[in-house]
């Protein structure tokens, strides 16, 4: 293993033993079944999307782990920011609310379906990151990385199948937790992430060759039929 490799693996595995602590934390307990339903699907997803895209494309890791961007607009800097403290309040909301207070009360179907809706994210997170060699967590032109518009696979439906599935991420996480204000509360992060796809289209038909007639033969940008 490379050793940015395993660089990548010792920072992800702190960020999860801090968001785990926070989790557990917030809920006043460990003995959460629902809770450690979530972490295990959820992280063991994401360690195995690592691994297949240390084989297949670390690039597309490096250029996702850098951070900023020279080249990256100022307002796509404030709203990641912005989006980092709201999730960091949706993500803390959920446990408060099914375990410690119990201001929720779900059907075990209700759970069900919340795993469903997981995995659907999971899978439509994978088809994206499989299809999209430049799939940077900023807001870009990729010239260093030899930049292409990607109209294959889930792109062939909506201009932005990531957040699609971050879309379906939220709500099937506070489903499977057991949490209506994760639900509500979900719903801002999702506002937020609307809004940055419409300012990102606007820098890719910049900046981008090709964009332009992309976004006339794909109509949608997140949801098939709707917007």
């Known amino acids: 293993m490379s050793v940015i490799s395993t660089k990548i693996l010792i920072v992800d595995a702190f960020q999860l033993l801090v968001f785990v602590v926070v989790f557990f934390l917030a809920a006043g307990t460990v003995f959460w079944f629902y ?15 690592l691994l297949w895209m240390l ?21 796509d800097k404030v709203v990641l920011v912005i989006l980092l403290v709201v999730f960091s309040i949706w993500w803390v909301s959920m ?26 994210s999971f899978y439509l997170m ?27 696979g889930p792109y062939r439906y909506v201009r932005h199948p990531l ?13 499977l937790l057991g949490s209506w204000i994760g639900v509500l509360l979900g719903i801002l992060p999702e506002g937020i992430i609307a809004g940055r796809a419409v300012g990102e289209e606007r820098v890719l038909q910049k900046g981008l060759k090709g964009y332009d007639a992309y976004m006339t033969q794909v109509r949608y940008r997140l949801i098939p039929h709707v917007w």
């Not at 870009?140 to 930049?147: A, L, N, P, T, V």
């Open 95 to 120: 446990p408060l609310d099914a375990v410690r207070f119990h201001w929720s009360q779900m059907p075990t179907w209700f759970h069900l379906v919340g795993v469903l809706v997981l995995l659907s």
């Open 55 to 75: 084989r297949h494309n670390p690039g597309l890791i490096a250029e996702r782990t850098a951070g900023f961007k020279s080249n990256q607009p100022t307002w």
């Open 126 to 152: 994978f088809l994206t990151f499989r299809e999209n060699p430049y799939l940077s967590s900023v807001v870009r032109i990729q010239e260093d990385r030899g930049h292409t518009v990607v109209s294959t």
């Open 163 to 175: 957040y699609t599935s971050a879309l379906l991420l939220s709500l099937g996480t506070a489903l």
């Open 35 to 49: 809770g450690w339903v979530f972490l295990i699907l959820f992280y063991g997803f994401s360690f195995w999307v």
